[in-house]
């Protein structure tokens, strides 16, 4: 049993059924729309759910340490199968993340300028063929399907309108 799991679930799952309570009073549908409760009642429901899934892993009982028996390393006698404190990792630096991201600071502007889905195709070029160095068939064929797809759910299903860019030319806006 880990003690601060069960009291960091606990909690949660008191503030979340505290919450639902008081959303409970409020509308969950108002004119056909979700109401103001719609959203808090789905989070606190969930959010109860969770505490208490973390509490019921914290009661369970621990799976029991397997010790060696016979002889055994003399650096994992010292350390007992741990890595050597003294043995500190090489520097960490995230290229993934940074590159990711400096691809989303870079695409943002680009929507108003060249528009959505030919921003999408050279964030996903970016993405696929540099960062990930994936050049198989399926990736230039998502690297077109996916942002002309999400385009088109967004314009033609949801009814939200995306940046076309400044020549406004085609359906697609490229």
Same mark, same amino acid.
């Given at each position: 049993m880990?003690?601060?799991?069960?009291?960091?679930?606990?909690?949660?799952?008191?503030?979340?059924?505290?919450?639902?309570?008081?959303?409970?009073?409020?509308?969950?549908?108002?004119?056909?729309?979700?109401?103001?409760?719609?959203?808090?009642?789905?989070?606190?429901?969930?959010?109860?759910?969770?505490?208490?899934?973390?509490?019921?892993?914290?009661?369970?009982?621990?799976?029991?340490e397997?010790?060696?028996?016979?002889?055994?390393?003399?650096i994992?006698?010292?350390?007992?199968?741990?890595?050597?404190?003294?043995?500190?990792?090489?520097?960490?630096?995230?290229?993934?993340?940074?590159?990711?991201?400096?691809?989303?600071? /870079? %695409? @943002? *502007?680009?929507?108003?300028?060249?528009? &959505? +889905?030919?921003?999408?195709?050279?964030?996903?070029?970016y993405? !696929? $063929?540099?960062?990930?160095?994936?050049?198989?068939?399926?990736?230039?064929?998502?690297? /077109? %399907? @996916? *942002?002309?797809?999400?385009?088109?759910? &967004? +314009?033609?299903?949801?009814?939200?309108?995306?940046?076309?860019? !400044? $020549?406004?030319?085609?359906?697609?806006?490229?």
């Open positions: 880990r003690r601060a799991d069960v009291a960091f679930g606990s909690v949660v799952a008191i503030v979340a059924a505290a919450v639902l309570i008081m959303a409970w009073q409020m509308p969950f549908y108002l004119n056909n729309v979700p109401g103001p409760g719609f959203l808090p009642r789905i989070i606190a429901f969930v959010l109860l759910i969770l505490g208490l899934i973390l509490v019921a892993q914290s009661l369970r009982p621990s799976i029991p397997v010790r060696a028996i016979g002889v055994v390393n003399p994992e006698t010292k350390t007992h199968g741990k890595p050597d404190p003294k043995e500190i990792a090489p520097h960490f630096f995230p290229k993934k993340t940074v590159a990711v991201f400096i691809g989303y600071v /870079v %695409a @943002v *502007p680009l929507f108003a300028s060249i528009g &959505f +889905v030919l921003t999408g195709v050279l964030l996903m070029a993405l !696929l $063929l540099y960062v990930e160095k994936r050049r198989s068939v399926a990736s230039y064929i998502a690297l /077109v %399907a @996916v *942002p002309i797809a999400i385009y088109l759910l &967004f +314009v033609q299903v949801l009814s939200i309108e995306l940046p076309t860019g !400044l $020549l406004n030319t085609g359906i697609l806006g490229i």
